[in-house]
């Protein structure tokens, strides 16, 4: 499509834009590049086992599954999953919350189950490998206060000529505000450094691979299934009063 002529955009990791780069030996002025802000790649194998045994115990077959879905509760790490009965036409939606969603807010936010190679990426940097990063904009909320975030905010940097000519033109239809790298990365921590790999990793997957995912999840998770609940019911207040508390004693 390139020596085609043909305007091209090409998103995905930062790792496969770069794979992509090295692939092509040169730039297009037509080729335009996205990366995003990445936390890790999670084993294929891994998800499926989870999907297995969601469909066994519900005695479905899941048609969709959405990582984020912000149809019903707005912005954040909320999902869906549609299935269908065996013995029904009807579809069901299930909504992902952080007290029922074992794979995405258990494993795949704590880090569990990523590639090795993610453990140490050498992309999780603020000099990228895009024209743009793509990503939320966690924690907008304390520096621009003046921005809508019910429905999310999108962080875009602009990291080349080329990415600055094409924002220029696309800007126009945009609610936008500037900002800066160190506000971005303040609640965006892969956009300088790559994960966490947790002492637990080898554990979860040997126990995903021999045991099953009902039983390495309930082995894992147990009290972290319920604080996120015990996080949203705690009123405000409240939090304020236990946070100067710790902090008074530390």
């Not at 045994?53 to 599954?65: G, Q």
């Not at 590639?115 to 793509?134: I, N, Q, V």
């Amino acid at each position: 499509m390139l020596n085609n002529g043909k305007h091209v955009l090409y998103s995905g990791t930062p790792c496969q834009i770069a794979g992509l780069n090295s692939f092509l030996g040169k730039d297009y002025d037509h080729l335009l590049t996205i990366d995003l802000v990445c936390h890790g790649v999670p084993s294929n194998l891994f998800f499926h086992k989870y999907l297995e045994w969601i469909e066994k115990e519900l005695n479905c077959t899941i048609t969709k599954y959405r990582f984020r879905d912000k149809r019903r509760m707005g912005w954040g790490s909320y999902g869906s999953m549609q299935y269908k009965k065996s013995v029904e036409a009807k579809t069901f939606t299930k909504w992902l919350t952080p007290n029922n969603d074992y794979y995405f807010h258990y494993f795949y936010l704590c880090g569990d189950n990523y590639r090795e190679s993610c453990y140490c990426c050498k992309y999780a940097k603020s000099t990228r490998e895009g024209d743009f990063t793509l990503g939320d904009y966690w924690g907008i909320q304390k520096y621009h206060p003046e921005m809508n975030t019910k429905d999310g905010v999108g962080l875009v940097l602009v990291n080349t000529e080329k990415a600055k000519r094409v924002f220029s033109e696309i800007s126009v239809f945009l609610e936008t505000v500037q900002s800066t790298l160190d506000y971005a990365t303040d609640h965006n921590r892969n956009l300088v450094a790559p994960s966490t790999r947790p002492a637990r990793r080898d554990r979860v997957y040997n126990e995903i691979l021999d045991e099953g995912f009902e039983k390495a999840a309930k082995q894992n998770i147990r009290l972290r299934r319920f604080l996120p609940w015990i996080k949203r019911k705690t009123p405000s207040q409240v939090k304020k009063i236990l946070k100067s508390v710790l902090f008074r004693k530390l």
